[in-house]
């Protein structure tokens, strides 16, 4: 696979304060890729350098092998950019914003609808933008980034301020934008979101990475316990100590709960003494690799 992105050493300062300082990394063809940190972690201000809409201090952005800075017309056509706050022309319904975006870049009418579709915005395509719901008004946004079939797509904090409901319908809209062979980057500070749609993330924090790779393996790097719970009453606690592979035991009102290193014999041991009612296994999240890296608790 070739680089879509390639950053290196790049830093931008404000009032001598580098607010991105030294970040480098590389994101490949057709990956889904996220920046995760919380407010303020130099998230955007990364994102606008490399879309060329802010001039980095130093380093370099090579974007599909160009340099966006000074502003690249060439690569116009290319990217796609949902900026955190959207705006739209005055009293233009759905469907006439993404013709207005999309004819600025010659883009076929027949993408116009195929767009609605896309992001589940076909019954609203005769409501003007300004009665749309927040995320349907985020999802019109992301419609608007893409109707000229862009290569690659950026996404600045898509699901904020969106209820739950509204992020998990977006989260699908923006898989399937992936399956269609596009590069995201996306900008998150909800480390749930980070893990289930990232192939790659960067944790970043006051201008700074501070761990890069795929989700499910920095958590592994963490060497963090298993919490295995069972419902209260189906395993006695002194019986739990002594099971295989057990580091602690303790009990809430609902449940016993099992620490494990190694759950396979664990799990294996509570299911021959058919202790395994109401089960649940948690293991680390995106989280505790904060915790660790941090020494503080993630604060969106
Ligand atoms: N134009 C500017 N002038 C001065 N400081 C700025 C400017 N733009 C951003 N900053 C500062 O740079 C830091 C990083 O901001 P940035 O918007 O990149 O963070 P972020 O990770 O995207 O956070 P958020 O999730 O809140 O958008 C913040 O402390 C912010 O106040």
Known sequence: MTDTIEV?????????????????????????????????????TTLEMIE?????????????????WPRNPALLPRIGVQL??????????????????GSLYDAPASRVDEMLELVGLTDKADTQAEKLSGGQAQRLSIACALVHDPDVVFLDEPTAALD????????????????RGKTVVLTTHYMDEAELLCDRVAIIDEGRILRMGPPAELVRGLDAPVRISVERGALQLDEARTLPGVDEVSEDAASVVLTSRTPAPLLSALADRDA???????????????????????RA
């Open 52 to 68: 060329g809409l802010r001039e980095p201090d130093a380093g370099t952005v090579r974007l599909l092998g160009e340099a966006p």
């Open 8 to 44: 290196e050493g790049l830093v931008k300062r404000y009032a001598g304060k580098a607010v991105v300082d030294d970040v480098a990394f590389t994101v490949r063809e057709g990956e889904f890729f996220g920046l995760l940190g919380p407010n303020g972690a130099g998230k955007t």
């Open 164 to 179: 739950p409901q509204a992020r998990r319908n977006l989260w699908d809209v923006l898989r399937e934008i992936n399956a």
């Open 84 to 101: 955190q706050a959207t705006a739209f022309f005055d009293r233009l319904t759905a469907r006439e914003q993404l013709s207005t975006f």
């Open 276 to 298: 395994l009612a109401g089960l649940q296994v948690r293991g680390a999240t995106l989280e505790d690799v904060f915790l660790d890296l941090t020494g503080r608790a993630y």
